[in-house]
């Protein structure tokens, strides 16, 4: 199995890579690398947090990963370095923009989600409480049903009859 300097892979993988772009065969066939260890270095990349693209070339079909990593890179960046990197993935600045707001979106909407799961949570506490406190009560008045049934069976049978029944 050969062994590849940094150098050649990162020749090759600027070759995959935004704005580039090209497909595995083409670079495995053009470079003389097979194709399993160009999507070895790819899924490495990816792993590294570095914008890989998936199977298809434009930058909507990315990863949401890849995109978030696009997203976190370019904050920083002013609107001339954001042009240029975007020039160098390959990319738009409008994608790139509405990747962002798709992200706060996400973070808002996960936000809301946490209200609402502990309202529910609250919600479900006091539903619990309600639900204790009746079978406690239930639980008393079964106990005390059971005590006097216990009595009157005593009762009838230390006087052999019927108490209720008063008519012998």
């Known amino acids: 199995m050969p062994r590849y300097s940094k150098e050649r892979k990162a020749a090759v993988l600027k070759k995959l890579l935004p704005p580039e772009n090209r497909s595995v065969a083409s670079v495995a066939a053009e470079e003389g690398i097979a194709n399993a260890t160009l999507y070895g270095w790819l899924k ?44 160098e993935k390959g990319v738009y600045p409008e994608q790139v923009q509405r990747w962002k707001d798709a992200c706060l979106q996400g973070a808002d909407r996960h936000e809301d989600q946490e209200k609402t799961a502990q309202k529910q949570r609250k919600e479900d506490r006091q539903t619990i409480k309600k639900l204790t406190s009746e079978v406690r009560r239930k639980d008393r008045a079964l106990a005390e049903t059971t005590s006097l049934l216990v009595l009157s069976k005593k009762l009838e049978a230390l006087y052999g009859e019927d108490p209720d029944n008063e008519d012998n």
């Open 44 to 87: 490495t990349c990816r792993q590294q947090g570095v914008p890989v693209p998936g199977k298809r070339k434009t930058g909507d079909e990315w990863s949401a990963d890849a995109k978030l990593a696009v997203v976190i890179e370019t904050a920083p960046l002013s609107e001339t370095e954001l042009g240029a990197y975007c020039r």
